[in-house]
């Protein structure tokens, strides 16, 4: 990210997220445009998601880390490499380019601008599994970074493809996305009352795993003293 402003960084974030969530919705669509088979139509949603995650992370890390997430920013600011600064520019990218992205998807396949979610996504099962699926995207992340650097792209793109698939709540494990998702009524959507719990269950996933992280990935000859940047998460 060295070398570029915060204006650069905070527009690449809204940017990823806004394509991001374009591709979740809009593949939502489309399934159901052309399957009545539901877990066909989960597959449809499933591939495009894990494939543009890949690409993102790829194009955009250098430019602004390819957080894409407010829960992946968070969890950077608390392991010290991320400036408290800039923790709000970009959350607020981040959430104003998922909603951005979800009328981009919307306007694609002529549906109306904004159209609130009827679909209900609630209840401890749920809730349960949006803080595992946030939890598993994070270690994903922080393990990538610490032992196969160049891999991180992929892994979190093969993560968030299983993690669709074995949570209850299709692994949103994302705020902004969960926000976005909110004013799509589509195969994707989520009532809005139903998204407070989500961000909440998100977060409290992504806690853990970092407090998890800072014993897990400190090596028996780093007990007593500092460990390097580049060695902790």
Request: net charge neutral.
């Amino acid at each position: 990210m060295d070398g570029f402003e915060i204006q650069r960084r905070v527009a690449a974030e809204a940017l990823g997220t806004g394509m991001l969530v374009a591709t979740v919705i809009g593949s939502g669509i489309m399934a159901e445009k052309l399957t009545n088979d539901t877990a066909l139509a989960l597959l449809c949603n499933t591939l495009p998601t894990g494939a543009v995650l890949a690409v993102l992370i790829t194009i955009l890390a250098p430019l602004s880390g390819a957080h894409l997430n407010p829960a992946v920013t968070g969890m950077f600011w608390l392991a010290g490499r991320h400036p408290a600064g800039e923790v709000l520019p970009y959350i607020v990218a981040q959430v104003v380019g998922g909603l951005v992205g979800a009328v981009v998807s919307h306007m694609m396949f002529a549906l109306p601008l904004i159209d609130l979610s009827v679909k209900a996504r609630t209840g401890p099962a749920q809730w349960f599994s949006e803080g595992v699926a946030t939890f598993g995207l994070i270690v994903t992340i922080v393990a990538g970074l610490r032992f196969r650097h160049g891999a991180v792209p992929w892994i979190v793109g093969l993560y968030i493809t299983a993690a669709y698939w074995f949570t209850a709540s299709t692994s949103f494990a994302n705020p902004a996305v969960a926000i976005a998702r909110s004013i799509s009524n589509t195969f994707a959507g989520i009532r809005p009352v139903d998204v407070p719990a989500f961000i909440v269950a998100q977060l409290a996933g992504a806690s853990i795993a970092i407090f998890l992280l800072q014993w897990l990935l400190n090596s028996p000859s780093q007990t007593g003293s500092a460990a390097s940047p580049e060695q902790e998460p």
